[in-house]
């Protein structure tokens, strides 16, 4: 068999198609058989890259990690405001509006892979909440927000709004969802993080809806 | 092969097995032979309980909850306090020290399986927070706690108490782990759930140093 030339062709090769089929059939229902089938690769050709199915699913994860800080890291550059808060807001509408973030996410999530439920819960507190971190003590110091220790709060706020009040992970209706929403905005109000409005409620009901 | 005479207690052995080797094993590196070599029952005999390794799973985790909520139940009611409150901190401390709860959850947290994880977070927020809350409206009525929305008070706690503030779950240190506490404290005496003391703060951390 001719050697493959690009190797990181191949890599890119199985870690998309590795993606689509663990959203689709879920990672435990997905064998590393199905991605030679998907990607047409030989067995020697995948495990040049890979030794195991874990490891291609480190790699996924890997790449979920990469897209959603490049995403925020976007979204942080270029959403205008007049202050860190307003900024924030925004970003956090545009996400909750933002269907290519949510594809695999809401995907996986609907299946309740545990592997992507306790990978996401890793991620939002040590990679997504530092960025947010960042941007409440920017708001601290122009005034827009009074947080203290925003890093922790950050962790806490994500925490609750991605996985407390995620419908999916406790089978709620949009009513039991909007109770809890309402309640986290209380509560942030308290910390001094007063970032969840209506309009992102209405938007996040909407996005768990689809 | 003679007829099994007692298929409760078959089916018992199973439960207890399984629950063992996924605490050994973790609940993926377990197959259906390994139990099967454990309890030294046929194919037949356990697939006459079970269809499937993921059945046993669920009986486990079905008796994980039954255990915390009679444990729950027992301490409520063995639990002396001039009120609620003292109560609940009283029954908060035994559970931080209690050993024999933590044994199943703890040795599969530091495996990290995520079928666990994602289980208990729903055990958490869906059985054990309406005990806690039932708790808490005592306690509104006794005068010695001051909580809006119980239910809600009770998801929120325990979800950072149990999940965000473990330290298995994110890899962190003893001050990483005390450091949340504190902040977890300051958060629910804002909530007017005034229960986390330093005391309950050096039991938790013992209890993960274990």
Known sequence: MARN???????????????????????????????????GLSKGGLYHHFKSKEQILDAVMQRRIQYVNKRFQELIRNTPGKNAKEKLKKILGQLAADAETHALDQALASQLDPHFVVNGIQTCVDQDAPIVAGLIREGNHDGSLHVQQPELCAEVFLMLLN????????????????????????????????????????DLIQAYVQ
Do not use: C
Request: proline residues 3%; hydrophobic residues 40%.
């Open 5 to 39: 030339k690009h190797p990181e062709q191949t890599f890119e090769k199985i870690v998309v198609t590795a993606a689509r089929l663990f959203v689709e059939k879920g990672y435990e229902q997905t064998s590393v058989q199905d991605i030679l089938d998907a990607t």
């Open 163 to 202: 996985y407390w009040a995620n419908p999916v992970l406790f089978h709620r209706n949009s009513e039991e969802t909007k109770v809890r929403l309402r309640y986290l905005q209380s509560v942030m109000i308290q910390l001094g993080l007063d970032l969840i409005d209506d309009s992102l409620i209405a």
